[in-house]
């Protein structure tokens, strides 16, 4: 069984060698999931479904009152935000190459050359929010890898459209999605914990979860806050 529907309500359904059911339901759609464990038959995952039919509503509602970014124009005054903060875009005129400058609480100034369009500016503009990130990255990974014991062979960071991170275990390979650039430094620490604990354990078990609460206690938190934040149009799934 892939699916299953329960009044209005599709559940996903994926076999784990877990040995308890999970239940998680995503924003920003309320899309719902059961990770089940292999021997558990399919009337069983229904009666477990239907069991927490209160929680699953409770949680859809509050993903329809979070707030929506629209998609960016790039135009002047335009809300944009970087490490959780809402600033509003000024566009200034320059010959040189295209940069960003945040020196002030209220303001994000993009010098871009007159002729430059939407396409540019964001260009221009994802670019300083990578920079960011690589600014604040080597430090934490070195710092995390002391505490975790583990060691990342390589660390990249690009667009993702439905993961904030993804971490190939057998290469030690991380990437981090350039969207938390924009989210709270706690926010963009909590992926990265999560993706390095993969390193010790593959699945998101029991085991996984044991490791969460010892090295990064206040993890639920962080991620009740990422999903929180207002989001984007893209379906993200943590």
């Given at each position: ?29 309320g899309r719902v999931r059961i ?31 979070q707030e929506r970014i629209t ?39 993009v010098y871009v050359k007159p ?124």
């Open positions: 069984m892939n699916q299953l529907t329960i009044g209005d309500i599709t559940v996903d359904v994926v076999r784990k060698d877990i040995k308890n059911m999970h239940l998680a339901v995503y924003p920003p759609t990770a089940a464990p292999l021997r558990i038959n399919d009337d069983a995952i229904r009666l477990f479904a239907i069991s927490k039919l209160a929680w699953i509503k409770r949680h859809q509602r509050n993903f329809e009152d998609p960016r124009e790039y135009k002047e005054r335009e809300s944009h935000y970087f490490q959780g903060e809402r600033y509003l875009l000024r566009i200034k005129e320059t010959n040189g190459p295209g940069r960003v400058d945040l020196t002030s609480k209220t303001y994000l100034d002729s430059a369009d939407a396409t540019y500016i964001k260009k221009v503009i994802d670019k300083w929010y990578r920079s960011e990130l690589k600014k604040v990255l080597p430090e934490m990974v070195n710092r995390w890898e002391q505490k975790i014991g583990v060691t990342i062979d390589f660390l990249g960071i690009k667009q993702m459209k439905t993961k904030w991170g993804s971490c190939n275990i057998d290469k030690k390979r991380i990437w981090l999605n350039l969207e938390l650039a924009k989210k709270p430094f706690q926010c963009l620490e909590y992926i990265l914990v999560h993706e390095m604990v993969h390193l010790l354990e593959r699945h998101h078990n029991e085991r996984f979860r044991a490791y969460m609460d010892q090295y990064l206690p206040n993890w639920k938190q962080f991620k009740d806050e990422l999903n929180r934040l207002p989001v984007s149009h893209a379906d993200w799934d943590y």
